[in-house]
């Protein structure tokens, strides 16, 4: 039989016209040495494994891409062009996949894609229609646009048009060098197969000139056209391309790919020939994608953790061997405890910041120096400042929310009983006011809200994690997490707070403002003094939800008469 299939092998190997150089490599051949892999190891009587992913056999057009398609045919008749019009990529994906799909890109072969949108214009202007504006997308080597890119509405729908395109790398660039190719050329230089298929718009069909990319999809891989090594040294923000297409289609990294990634020349080429606002923008895109915790995954398995979330050259932070593990376990707890809670209790940009929060657990607290200021800043925040360039906001929320989830955890059991020795002590800095067990818990908790805002539920869910040890964030790999108690703590803390009626408590309104606390204190100018009575006047209003303004004016009066009687 394995005689047979080589010669059958042979046969449908034979090239009917010569293949082009891109093809050198023998890389077109891995589809057909798995068929002969196959076929030498199973019986005779067997049968082809299925397919792991449901994919159609033929594209179904929706009514508005019907009617684009024959807009843009128009077109080509009109001026009896011989251009060839192809949706390249993604959107043939995933039309296959039979998810529906708004990115509709048009790859042309004999013109580039602003000539085509002006082509559109005339036709437009000849039909009596009104034309549309056309944009046009410069190259960008560090936003991932090696190629002009044009721009305009068909109808409702905005789409890209650009040149079918070769491409050639420099050494330690990853900006090509392009010019004019084939759709061959251009479905070779494409990133993974599953992003090299054509739908050719001229004739109705499905083009897979890699000859893998249908096969992969159904087998669930991720590879490269070409040679995964090469690929990834040409432009090394493909291995991120590759982990976050895998991560989001729930596919499996093909094994060379895999190797290749982790190659210590590939995670060198990372680090010097990608910007770090291109590596922050595929990362966000993986903790925003329907499966962070496979991306993350898989970044730590093929050893990129420290490559992608650099830390300063020379820190002087003591972090565990298997920290990044650590990270890992941390988010899939966190990721775990919101699909059992409730993924919509949370807003796209929470949900985001939660899971970076959780990422980062085992740097918190813990300081290195900035290279630029020569004075300590949060591990943390060096991370998502310069090793990802995420947004200055993000880094603080991310440390607020560290910070309010260890004080949430010091106030799990206070909150979630009515037992006076459960009690935390709270200081109440010499205020001239007593207060009762329930007023203590309203005003500790208000505090703690009133600092971290809207952001309290997703600080209070985090704190699950750290609850009840939160010096032994080193040894949560080694304990078994309870999913169950974390819910049952999130919602008794919850439960007990909105029956506080704290939740919107940083909305308050103060009895006092700035103004009112100057007169009663006869300054003239604000300063540290007005916002210390601030926080005081917020305390006491926490204590005394009821209370009225002059009421607290008149608690302000007799503490300032208390201590002058008191510095007498």
């Not at 010669?7 to 093809?23: E, G, N, Q, Y």
Request: hydrophobic share 40%; glycine share 4%.
């Amino acid at each position: 039989m394995l005689s047979f299939a080589l010669k059958s092998a042979r046969v449908f190997l034979t090239p009917r016209k010569a293949a082009p150089p891109i093809r050198k490599n023998l890389a077109f051949l891995k589809p057909y040495l798995r068929r002969l892999h196959w076929t030498s190891t199973m019986c005779s009587s067997a049968s082809p494994p299925s397919p792991l992913v449901a994919v159609k056999e033929k594209i179904e057009l929706t009514e508005a891409e019907e009617k684009i398609f024959r807009r843009l045919l128009d077109v080509v008749r009109h001026f009896k062009l011989p251009t060839q019009l192809r949706v390249a990529g993604g959107w043939v994906r995933d039309k296959l996949l039979g998810k529906e799909s708004k990115d509709i890109d048009i790859a042309l072969d004999d013109m580039l894609g602003r000539e085509f949108c002006e082509k559109i214009n005339q036709y437009l202007d000849f039909m009596g229609e009104e034309t549309r504006d056309i944009g046009v997308i410069q190259c960008n080597p560090d936003q991932s646009k090696h190629l002009e890119t044009a721009t305009m509405p068909v109808f409702d729908m905005r789409i890209d048009f650009v040149n079918l395109r070769s491409e050639t790398y420099a050494e330690n660039s990853r900006i090509p060098t392009m010019k004019f190719g084939t759709a061959e050329e251009d479905a070779y230089r494409r990133d993974l197969t599953i992003n090299s298929l054509f739908y050719n718009i001229n004739n109705n069909s499905i083009e897979d000139l890699t000859g893998r990319g249908i096969q992969d999809l159904k087998s669930g891989i991720i590879e490269t056209p070409l040679p995964p090594k090469s690929t990834f040294l040409d432009d090394p923000l493909r291995v991120l391309r590759a982990i976050r297409f895998g991560a989001r289609f729930d596919f499996s990294l093909d094994e060379e790919l895999q190797k290749a990634a982790a190659d210590e020349e590939v995670k060198a080429a990372i680090g010097f020939k990608i910007s770090r606002e291109r590596i922050g923008h595929e990362v966000n895109l993986m903790i925003s994608g329907n499966r962070p915790i496979k991306a993350v995954t898989y970044i730590c398995d093929l050893q990129l953790f420290w490559v992608v979330f650099s830390l300063p050259q020379n820190h002087d932070v003591a972090l565990s061997e298997r920290c990044d593990r650590l990270s890992v376990a941390y988010m899939d707890a966190a990721w775990k405890s919101l699909q059992l809670i409730g993924y919509s209790i949370f807003n796209d940009e929470q949900r985001r910041l939660y899971l970076y929060a959780s990422l980062f657990f085992p740097l918190k607290n813990k300081e290195t120096y900035s290279t630029k200021k020569s004075k300590k800043v949060p591990l943390s925040s060096y991370v998502i400042l310069n090793s990802l360039k995420l947004k200055v906001s993000d880094a603080e929320t991310v440390l607020r929310l560290h910070n309010a989830a260890e004080r949430f955890t010091s106030l799990i059991t206070f909150l979630a009983s009515d037992e006076n020795s459960k009690i935390v002590d709270l200081e109440l800095e010499g205020e001239n006011f007593d207060v009762s067990h329930s007023s203590r818990k309203r005003i500790l908790t208000g505090l703690l809200l009133h600092q971290i805002k809207d952001y309290w539920r997703v600080a209070l869910l985090l704190s699950t994690l750290l609850y009840p040890n939160i010096d032994s964030a080193e040894d949560f790999m080694d304990r078994e997490f309870d999913l169950e108690k974390s819910r049952e703590i999130y919602f008794s803390v919850m439960n007990a707070i909105n029956k506080m009626g704290l939740k919107d408590v940083w909305k308050l309104k103060p009895l006092l403002n700035g103004n009112d606390i100057m007169k009663i204190l006869q300054l003239k100018n604000g300063g540290p003094q007005i916002r210390e009575w601030q926080q005081k006047v917020l305390k006491w209003q926490l204590a005394h939800p009821d209370g009225t303004a002059e009421e607290c004016e008149e608690w302000i009066m007799q503490t300032l008469a208390k201590r002058v009687k008191l510095s007498d």
